[in-house]
């Protein structure tokens, strides 16, 4: 059977995946995820792109096998991707969720806000980068959103340098 098609997903998935800045600290389940991860890339992915480079090497010359080259290529971006996680794993700090305080925006905080000018609220937590996930309204601390946020309080207005201009957010609340 060929592995051409989950070759090239896997490929495709890999290529899209954003060089993440280490980010030391996280929550337990962003941990948990990490390792979720690495787990199916060392067991699952890993093994595949096995058999799709020894599927194609059986097929013949392998200086205009363009199979054999994706399937290399996609192996040496799995295991960039499988060494990076190893980095944040090894470098990972999992914050005590209990300690966190919400008398100003800190890491793991969920932070209510309101921009000044036209009125419209938005909820963000902040996550470390390997977390980040805007759909589920989780942004990296190293954002310019989080960064102009950290350290404010309720009722504060925080200054923000966006690519878009400026703008000005108001913290309505935060929250864990």
Same mark, same amino acid.
């Given at each position: 059977?060929?592995?051409?098609?989950?070759?090239?997903? $896997?490929?495709?998935?890999?290529?899209? !995946? @954003?060089?993440?800045?280490?980010? *030391?600290?996280?929550?337990? /389940?962003?941990?948990? =995820?990490?390792?979720?991860?690495?787990?199916?890339?060392?067991?699952?992915?890993?093994?595949?792109?096995?058999?799709?480079?020894?599927?194609?090497?059986?097929?013949?010359?392998?200086?205009?096998?363009?199979?054999?080259?994706?399937?290399?290529?996609?192996?040496?971006? $799995?295991?960039?991707?499988?060494?990076? !996680? @190893?980095?944040?794993?090894?470098? *990972?700090?999992?914050?005590? /969720?209990?300690?966190? =305080?919400?008398?100003?925006?800190?890491?793991?905080?969920?932070?209510?806000?309101?921009?000044?000018?036209?009125?419209?609220?938005?909820?963000?937590?902040?996550?470390?980068?390997?977390?980040?996930?805007?759909?589920?309204?989780?942004?990296?601390?190293?954002?310019?959103?989080?960064?102009?946020?950290?350290?404010?309080?309720?009722?504060?207005?925080?200054?923000?340098?966006?690519?878009?201009?400026?703008?000005?957010?108001?913290?309505?609340?935060?929250?864990?």
């Amino acid at each position: 059977m060929c592995h051409v098609g989950i070759l090239f997903c $896997l490929y495709d998935h890999l290529k899209q !995946l @954003k060089e993440e800045n280490i980010m *030391a600290y996280m929550s337990e /389940e962003g941990y948990k =995820k990490l390792m979720a991860e690495l787990k199916e890339l060392e067991t699952v992915e890993r093994p595949k792109i096995s058999a799709a480079i020894a599927e194609a090497r059986d097929k013949g010359d392998l200086s205009e096998n363009a199979e054999y080259d994706a399937a290399k290529e996609a192996q040496g971006m $799995l295991e960039m991707r499988i060494n990076k !996680l @190893k980095t944040v794993i090894a470098d *990972a700090k999992i914050i005590d /969720e209990s300690k966190l =305080k919400t008398d100003s925006v800190q890491i793991l905080n969920k932070v209510e806000l309101k921009n000044v000018k036209n009125g419209m609220k938005m909820i963000y937590t902040i996550v470390s980068e390997s977390e980040a996930n805007l759909k589920e309204g989780k942004i990296s601390v190293n954002t310019p959103i989080a960064q102009g946020l950290l350290g404010k309080k309720v009722g504060e207005i925080a200054e923000i340098t966006v690519p878009q201009g400026k703008i000005a957010l108001e913290v309505v609340n935060i929250s864990i």
